[in-house]
């Protein structure tokens, strides 16, 4: 059997991105964020986030304390009724990162490598899937993954929004819910 997920982005759509979050009193919620994957998890679907994280690359923070992080954000959704079933991330820059991380990467956004694993890893259909992001590369992963619904959380408009099919701007979390319902934005 097959499921359909709802994609989140990190840094801009589950936390207001102040540049290389790693630690918890750094994290503001995007306001109807817990909403928004509570009504997800009712709905039975998988939410998984899919976020670059160039910080690990770049030294600035370690693979351990993004891992801890994330468990403490995955805790304060299951407080407000959520569940994150996966958190997949890539910690990789062609350019500017450490050794170690410096090289194009099949999982760094805008290429689909981690929505491609969740597939795989969770048994997931991605044409009936939902992405929200905040950021054209985000979409284009989506796309390049054959991802449904592709969503750019942009409300202050700064991004063009790619002429395709499957493809929307909200100003606001819960609009998505309506696409979870089928019913588009």
Not at 64 to 75: G, T
Request: some cysteine; aromatic content about 8%; hydrophobic content about 40%.
């Amino acid at each position: 059997m097959t499921v359909r997920a709802l994609f989140l982005d990190r840094d801009g759509v589950i936390n207001v991105d102040h540049g290389y979050v790693h630690r918890p009193d750094q994290v503001d919620f995007v306001p109807g964020i817990f909403e928004l994957v509570a009504a997800a998890t009712t709905r039975h679907w998988s939410v998984v986030v899919v976020t670059n994280q160039s910080g690990i690359g770049r030294g600035y923070y370690g693979e351990d304390e993004f891992r801890d992080l994330s468990e403490w954000m995955r805790a304060r959704f299951a407080e407000n009724g959520g569940n994150i079933a996966a958190v997949y991330h890539c910690p990789h820059h062609p350019r500017d990162a450490l050794p170690d991380y410096r090289r194009a990467c099949p999982d760094r956004k805008p290429e689909p490598g981690m929505l491609l694993r969740a597939r795989d890893d969770l048994g997931l259909d991605l044409a009936g899937s939902v992405l929200v992001g905040d950021r054209p590369s985000d979409l284009e992963a989506a796309c390049r993954a054959g991802v449904g619904a592709r969503l750019l959380f942009d409300p202050e408009g700064r991004w063009p929004l790619p002429d395709e099919a499957g493809v929307a701007r909200i100003r606001a979390l819960p609009e998505v819910i309506g696409w979870l319902d089928g019913g588009g934005g």
